[in-house]
């Protein structure tokens, strides 16, 4: 079956400028996850949707990033007034359990973001 | 909250040799160790998982270890193919926690 899909899977922003990222869980999967990923290093927890409700949003590096699942399936991630430091892969991934941590998780290809 | 730390940063093996990648973990609640290789331009992808009430498992050539007690997991790959080069991740998440904590990496480069 699918898998995990991003949108775009390249970005360029001006700093200053919105963006948003876009996340197909695989279907039926109740868990969906957004980490960030910089170059050289593991992927870094952003934030935490088991259906349509936002769990955990702890590693949002600041008020200028959100995210929301407003269906319980897709999920967009809005970076605000972007900055340099904001450059990185953003990865998504899905599970099909809804009791945490403790199962696999399965990632989509992720979105490059570049900010100039 | 959770660390893990991962050693070694790269590692270079003859094809047909085995690669040891190790990992240690700092909170004691953490019961779930996924292991994932990520090649460029793709996503990680989950090769192997443990869970704390098992110490070793295996699938064909990947191995994982685990010991609770030291609080540290290895990966083991046998017979290392070309097609194993990538980036290895280990990871750390909880029943409690929804995220998963991951180690920062080895580039694993198989020589033919």
């Known amino acids: 079956g699918a898998g995990v899909s991003q949108s775009p899977r390249y970005k360029v922003a001006k700093r200053g400028q919105d963006v948003a990222l876009r996340c197909d869980p695989i279907?039926?999967?109740?868990?969906l996850f957004w980490y960030q990923q910089a170059l050289g290093q593991g992927p870094e927890f952003l934030t935490y949707?088991?259906?349509?409700?936002?769990?955990?949003k702890s590693g949002l590096p600041s008020d200028r990033f959100f995210a929301e699942r407003p269906e319980g399936s897709v999920s967009t991630l809005k970076i605000q007034r972007t900055q340099q430091e904001d450059s990185a892969v953003y990865l998504c991934?899905?599970?099909?359990?809804?009791?945490?941590?403790?199962?696999?998780?399965?990632f989509g290809p992720g979105t490059r973001l570049t900010v100039t | 909250g959770e660390n893990v730390e991962q050693h070694p940063s790269t590692l270079s093996v003859q094809e047909g040799d085995s690669a040891v990648i190790k990992c240690t973990y700092s909170d004691s609640a953490s019961n779930y160790f996924p292991w994932y290789k990520q090649e460029l331009g793709k996503g990680p992808q989950l090769i192997i998982d443990i869970r704390s009430n098992v110490g070793e498992k295996k699938d064909q050539r990947i191995a994982v270890t685990l010991n609770k007690t030291a609080k540290h997991f290895s990966l083991h790959i046998t017979e290392t193919q070309p097609e194993d080069s990538a980036v290895y991740f280990c990871?750390?998440?909880?029943?409690?926690?929804?995220?998963?904590?991951f180690g920062d990496g080895t580039t694993l480069t198989v020589k033919p």
């Open positions: 949707f088991q259906n349509e409700a936002q769990l955990d």
């Open positions: 990871a750390a998440s909880s029943t409690n926690a929804g995220k998963s904590t």
């Open positions: 279907s039926g999967h109740v868990s």
């Open positions: 991934a899905s599970s099909s359990y809804r009791t945490g941590g403790d199962y696999e998780q399965y």
